[in-house]
């Protein structure tokens, strides 16, 4: 836990595996969600409330691949996995992570006995 951070702090910016959580204060609503998009990446964050509604206004605002609220790292793997900006292109998991994995084939056999279209003698 790095408590006290602030945006100018390294571990702040970039994108840190852990378990490690940076902890900045702030006063409204409004200067949380813009300290939570301040940064390249988006791949997953947390909304700690009380307050259901707030908790679902807040994970709109940000840009975040996952947001998990009140909890934090539940696999739940039928729901996409992935994150924004420099997190990541592309989905893990559920139906658009299965996606990621298939090609698209297009196949058109022409049945007639005589050439049709443009190859018409």
Known sequence: IFADCDRSM?????????????????????????????????????????????????????????????DFHPYVPQAEWGGFGRSGVGRELGPTGLREYQEAKHIYQNLAPAPSGWFKG
């Open 10 to 70: 390294r571990i702040v910016q970039e994108e840190v595996f852990g378990p490690v959580v940076t902890v900045e204060r702030f006063r409204t609503e409004d200067e949380a969600v813009e300290l939570a998009n301040d940064t390249r990446y988006g791949l997953a964050g947390g909304v700690w409330t009380s307050d259901a509604s707030r908790a679902q206004r807040v994970a709109l605002r940000l840009r975040h691949g996952t947001v998990w609220i009140n």
